[in-house]
């Protein structure tokens, strides 16, 4: 059974930093694509992140380009979620997903039938 926790959600003031986490376990992921997504009160969960499942490549929303990095560590079993230069428009809770077809990278939400549990992210002005 596949089962993903995230961790490194919190408060931080605009400006600041966090790490997100996300080990995986049930399943090695080294030949799939890992991501992450966001969901701010009200709204529909949206794309933030995705790695290849070989690290060479990664995307971004347009929102978090420049600020947020992915990154994974396969021998963990680990997806990373660097996020710099926060914004209050930024709160939201993570969720990170993995997919169910392998070495695709993969950005709809459709593709990503595993998920974590979400850890939140607040950003104060």
């Known amino acids: 059974q596949v089962q993903l926790v995230e961790s490194g959600g919190g408060l931080v003031q605009a400006g600041g930093s966090l790490r997100l986490s996300c080990a995986a376990s049930?399943?090695?992921?080294?030949?799939?694509?890992r991501g992450w997504f966001r969901q701010a009160p009200g709204k529909e969960r949206e794309f933030v992140a995705a790695?290849?499942?070989?690290?060479?490549?990664?995307v971004y929303a347009d929102s978090v380009k420049g600020r947020f990095t992915i990154s994974r560590d396969d021998a963990k079993n680990t997806v990373y979620l660097q996020m710099n230069s926060l914004k209050p428009e930024d709160t939201a809770v993570y969720y990170c997903?993995?997919?169910?077809?392998?070495?695709?990278?993969?950005?709809?939400?459709?593709?990503?039938?595993?998920w974590g549990q979400g850890t939140q992210v607040a950003v104060s002005s």
């Open positions: 790695i290849s499942y070989n690290a060479d490549s990664t």
């Open positions: 049930g399943r090695a992921f080294a030949t799939y694509a």
């Open positions: 997903a993995a997919p169910r077809i392998p070495l695709r990278l993969l950005r709809l939400r459709d593709d990503y039938p595993y």
